[in-house]
């Protein structure tokens, strides 16, 4: 309304004193700048205020250029019409636009200019608005924020609400995924049903989660975890409402001061849930998760019931893998028995056979050796009366050879009647260095002129023992020995006592034994001599004899070095 008036006023000036220059004093009374430009480019006056606002300009166009429209809808090649004084000045009408002018500062400062067209001159009145237009850009500035935080805050609100949904599902599947990998990498049913309890009971915050298998009526308790306030195999029940939701497949879920039918009150209302489990809609069993939190179950509520159908077929699965592992072990027992009764048997039989032979050798050598015994005696008493001392000479030797000859084919039987002992099925004492002696002894037509046999013997004492059948395990050793060496060679026997074991050490320069074979030679029907040569049941039923003594048979052996064998018995 001001403005209007100074306007008002202003006209009456001029008309009052018909554009008399001098009187243009009177716009310095004005506090806005006001210049007055006669025809296009002549400044006819600059009041007070607009030479301390625009005091660098001392012509028209420098200044016109400084100013600029603050929307120019003007699309031309000229310069000039794109300042609004020049748009002022060529109008024909009365002038009104909002311009902007850059101070050297950088600051920019608005102003509403008004042209008033007075014959050959205008009169541009500049009202300076800046805190106006900033007060308005500022308000629509702030405007526009706040309808943007508006709309950030409700995509914010947006994506929270997805983002709280993507982590509960994102938590429900890796739960999920979590018990599914317990459950495949396991097949015992208490390594599952623990890792499972533990996990429920960090995801519901429980103090207590258990298993209870069915058992037609009732639950037993078979697997807990967190705190137990009671024996393991407990036999449980619930209330019929329970029961009911139970037998029809439903998660019985609420708060209650009881945690079975009978069970002591808790302190407190105490949050129960409890999962059936089914398997081939047969109900095995029951979760039971007992918490002192106060929430609400609802999506969980698809977790568990994941996590209860995947638990129940491991539970399946899982009783039928230990029950077939269970099977394959007994039958790999009583295979392992028969086996050794196997073993057993054919020793026995070896044995028996063994003996039957050697007491019917002995008996058939036995009577000829008692004929040539006594005619060798009654030659001896006739070798004296014989008068040629050649002739007695001659029968003499002869008499000797028999005799040495009937002496050795009387140890040899002695021999054989010692080693098969089939009246020596105890146990008794013997001196093991006397054994290997025998054995020895018997095994005489394998080493005869191809095996030096060394022998460090230590001073050990009698052991209890079974010697019939330490020596089968001598001669089985000892003979292979003999056949590992091609032309001739040596076996070097070593027995030796302490800490009560008894140390015994067979070893050959033979051929050896590949390393690869080393954890064979023991197995029943291996053997690396020929067809109808080898049996393997040598070391096998030697294997077993020292087990029987409750000793250690072990061998080490080198290609092109040798074998040696070393059998560790304890002395009690």
Do not use: W
């Amino acid at each position: 309304m001001l403005f209007f008036l100074c306007l008002q006023i202003a006209s009456n000036a001029l008309a009052v004193y018909n554009f008399n220059m001098k009187k243009f004093d009177f716009f310095n009374q004005y506090r806005d700048p006001v210049i007055v430009v006669k025809g296009s480019d002549e400044i006819a006056f600059k009041n007070n205020m607009f030479c301390r606002v625009f005091y660098q300009f001392e012509n028209i166009r420098r200044f016109a250029h400084k100013l600029n429209f603050e929307m120019c809808p003007i699309d031309s090649e000229n310069i000039d019409l794109y300042s609004p004084i020049y748009q002022a000045i060529s109008s024909k009408e009365n002038f009104f636009a909002c311009v902007s002018y850059t101070l050297q500062t950088g600051e920019i400062k608005y102003y509403d200019m008004t042209a008033i067209k007075r014959g050959n001159y205008t009169i541009f009145f500049f009202t300076d608005v800046s805190n106006s237009v900033l007060l308005e850009s500022n308000a629509r500035r702030q405007k526009e924020d706040e309808d943007k935080l508006a709309q950030l805050q409700a995509e914010n609100d947006e994506l929270q609400n997805i983002k709280q949904k993507a982590q509960a599902q994102a938590f429900k599947i890796a739960l999920i995924n979590k018990v599914s990998n317990i459950i495949r990498e396991s097949m015992n049913i208490s390594i599952i049903l623990d890792s499972v309890l533990k996990e429920l009971a960090i995801m519901f915050g429980c103090f207590r989660t258990y298993y209870a298998q069915k058992n037609e009526e009732s639950f037993e308790i078979i697997n807990t975890y967190g705190e137990k306030n009671y024996a393991q195999n407990l036999k449980i029940t619930f209330d019929d409402y329970v029961m009911s939701k139970l037998s029809s497949g439903q998660i019985s879920t609420g708060y209650s001061l009881n945690e079975y039918v009978g069970a002591e009150p808790f302190g407190q209302s105490v949050l129960r849930v409890v999962i059936p489990v089914f398997h081939l809609q047969k109900m095995i069993g029951v979760i039971v998760l007992l918490s002192y939190q106060k929430r609400e179950l609802n999506e969980e509520i698809e977790i568990l019931d994941a996590i209860s159908s995947q638990l129940g077929n491991a539970i399946i699965r899982a009783e039928l893998y230990q029950k077939n592992a269970q099977n394959v072990k007994d039958l790999k027992k009583a295979l392992e028995e028969l086996k050794e009764t196997q073993l057993q048997l054919i020793n026995s039989e070896k044995m028996a056979s063994l003996g039957q032979l050697v007491a019917g050798v002995a008996h058939e050598i036995n009577t000829p050796v008692a004929s040539i015994k006594s005619n060798n005696e009654i030659l001896t008493k006739l070798i004296d009366k014989i008068e040629n001392d050649e002739i007695k000479e001659m029968f003499s030797q002869i008499n000797s050879i028999d005799k040495e000859a009937i002496e050795r084919i009387s140890k040899i039987v002695t021999s054989l009647k010692k080693f098969v002992r089939l009246d020596e099925a105890e146990l008794q004492e013997a001196d093991i260095n006397k054994e290997m002696d025998l054995t020895l002894e018997i095994i005489r037509h394998e080493t005869k002129n191809k095996v030096e046999i060394e022998k460090h013997y230590g001073d050990i004492p009698l052991i209890k023992c079974y010697p019939n059948m330490l020596n089968q395990v001598f001669t089985n050793i000892l003979i292979n020995a003999c056949q590992a060496i091609k032309d001739f060679g040596k076996i070097t026997i070593t027995t030796e006592y302490s800490d009560k074991k008894l140390t015994i050490r067979i070893k050959d320069n033979g051929i050896g034994i590949p390393r690869e074979n080393l954890n064979k030679i023991f197995t029943v029907g291996y053997t690396t001599k020929g067809v109808g040569v080898g049996t393997g049941l040598g070391l096998a039923i030697s294997q077993k004899i020292i087990a029987k003594h409750n000793g250690e048979i072990r061998v080490n052996s080198e290609l092109g070095v040798g074998t040696e064998f070393v059998i560790t018995l304890k002395c009690e």
